[in-house]
């Protein structure tokens, strides 16, 4: 898609095929996914359960139920098990941090396929309804796949519900939203409930589009179990012109929250991605956790800007009821082989005594000297030269072409036809503020 002075000019086409030098490759989840050989950037010296339920009888030009089988979400770009020992706080200069097994999406795929255009007589039983899906999201899953989340949305107004054998209700309707420029929200929202209505759960899909090119593809669901656990999870993606540079870019975001009915314990997650087709990549995440006594928080983020600049952080933090609170934070900034490393891990005891250890690192680019240097509050202090190799990675795992090979569903959505004679408003105006990072109203704010 691009966009003139004069107005519109062409839409957003993708054709999706192998890319050169791409290779198949199955990761830990056993997703198939199409990933380049990324660039590892090393500077050196030269010299070195479903079956059939009967239903109450209900009117509706509705589609057959089919169960498809769970899906898993891909694995993720940091996925970490973080746990601070501050007995040792004192004999470690720096903490390393080792990614865990990122594990399973825990949303199942839909348990129904659409069949397009078939209309079935009024009043017919059929299968049973969507399936209730009482389980919560899993933590560190990152942002899953379209794939993954099964969207089938019907190509016909739809108003149904029913009931099943074990006295579970449930219900599903379709419907589509028409506006200005062209948009249009195509969607379908199903849930149901127990028969004692101890349990319920909440889904809804949409796509949208408007003339402009702009498209999106979501996922809402909600929910609550008989042990009184709650939850609620988003995840959408969108393809759009991006304002400034004019270049095509994917957006993609997941948002889960559960909390437990049975103990003082709850979580909340936001991740976020966004790609562009010069090759920039932004990848952000906040985290924030609670069990009992203690409560935990973490954000980090990376930066490519497509040419060999590489950002990347993590700050995390720890605290107790009691007052005791530890972290660590460190930063990595490299281009062409010059770069610095910097962190802090830092513990403050229930008294307010405070400990912290800064270290950093610089690299010049001629791949045998680095400069160390760092102090703590408990007197250390170094400050050397030392032989040894920089080593950064200078693309990320992740990337542009990546994402558009996962997205076949958000660039076949087919936009509104346009009149001839109808032009789209571009009206891009100011950018929109960053996504914000904060924790749910009803958890407890970060330190």
Known sequence: MAASPGGFTAQLNFKLGRRPGGYAMRNQLGLDLEVRKRRRLRVEASTDRIGTSRISCCCSDSVVPIRRSSGSGKSIEKSEDWRFDPKKSSHSHRVRLHASPALPFASPQSPFVSKKEKIYPRCTPRNSGPQSRDTPPRRDTGIANEK???????????????????????????????????????????????????????????????????????????????????????????????????????ERSAQKQAK?????????????????????????????????????????????????????????????????????????????????????????????????????????GNGSKVHKYGKSTTGESWDIV?????????????GWADVVGDSSQLLSIEPRERPPGVYPNLDFGSSPPPPSDDSPEDLPPSQ
């Open 260 to 364: 437990s009915g049975i103990e003082n314990a709850g979580w909340y997650e936001k991740w976020w991605e966004k790609y562009d087709a010069k090759g920039w990549t932004e990848k952000k995440a906040y985290k924030y956790g609670r069990l009992n006594e203690q409560s935990w928080w973490e954000k980090w983020g990376e930066q490519y800007d497509g040419r060999g600049s590489v950002l990347k952080w993590t700050d995390k933090w720890a605290e107790t009821v009691l007052g005791t609170k530890w972290g660590d934070k460190w930063e990595d900034k490299f281009f062409a082989g010059i770069g610095s490393r910097q962190g802090e891990t830092w513990h403050v005891t229930p008294g307010g005594e405070r400990w912290s250890r800064t270290w950093g690192e610089e690299h010049f």
């Open 148 to 250: 993954d989340w099964g969207i089938s949305l019907l190509n016909e107004n739809v108003i149904e519900s029913g009931t099943n054998e074990d006295g579970s209700t449930w219900y599903r309707e379709s419907g589509e939203d028409l506006g200005e420029n062209g948009y249009r929200c195509r969607w379908t929202r199903m849930g149901g409930q127990s028969h004692d209505g101890s349990s319920e759960w909440k889904e809804t899909w949409w796509e949208k589009s408007d003339w402009t090119g702009y498209k999106e593809l979501g996922v809402e669901k909600s929910g609550r179990n008989a042990e009184g656990d709650s939850w609620w999870e988003t995840w959408q993606e969108n393809l759009h012109q991006d304002e400034w540079s004019n270049l095509a870019m994917i």
């Open 386 to 398: 030392v032989d040894e190799e920089t080593y950064y990675e200078a693309e990320p795992h992740y």
